[in-house]
């Protein structure tokens, strides 16, 4: 079982920076995927970023690919999310999420993780 917590969210003008952090509880194994997904109002979860634990090896969606950098702390079970150069398209409520499937495949689709987060507001004002 893990358990995640984000924190990090908040108000931020258009152009400006947040980092987000995702702290998990419980047996990382190195085989897992942690991931970032994001929920807009009236709109479905869609997916951020990921990284594979084993290898920090990393992918994005491309509407972050250069703004957004997910990272690691193993020691600390911790992941990262920093996001920069942000959007009002960006607001959302952000979560965490751990993917159990092996293999380093660029999992993106919410039902490929199993353990989510309570998530964390981001509002961007414009």
């Known amino acids: 079982q893990v358990q995640l917590v984000e924190s990090g969210g908040g108000l931020v003008q258009h152009g400006g920076s947040l980092r987000l952090s995702c702290v998990a509880s419980?047996?990382?194994?190195?085989?897992?995927?942690m991931g970032w997904f994001r929920q807009a109002p009236g709109k479905e979860r869609e997916f951020v970023a990921a990284i594979w634990w084993s290898s920090g090896g990393t992918y994005y969606a491309d509407s972050v690919k250069g703004r957004f950098t997910i990272s690691r702390d193993t020691a600390k079970n911790t992941v990262y999310l920093q996001m920069n150069s942000l959007k009002p398209e960006d607001t959302a409520v952000y979560y965490c999420?751990?993917?159990?499937?092996?293999?380093?495949?660029?999992?993106?689709?919410?039902?490929?993780?199993?353990?989510w987060g309570q998530g964390t507001q981001v509002t961007v004002s414009s």
């Open positions: 999420a751990t993917s159990r499937l092996l293999g380093l495949v660029r999992f993106t689709h919410q039902n490929e993780f199993d353990y």
């Open positions: 419980g047996r990382i194994f190195s085989s897992y995927t």
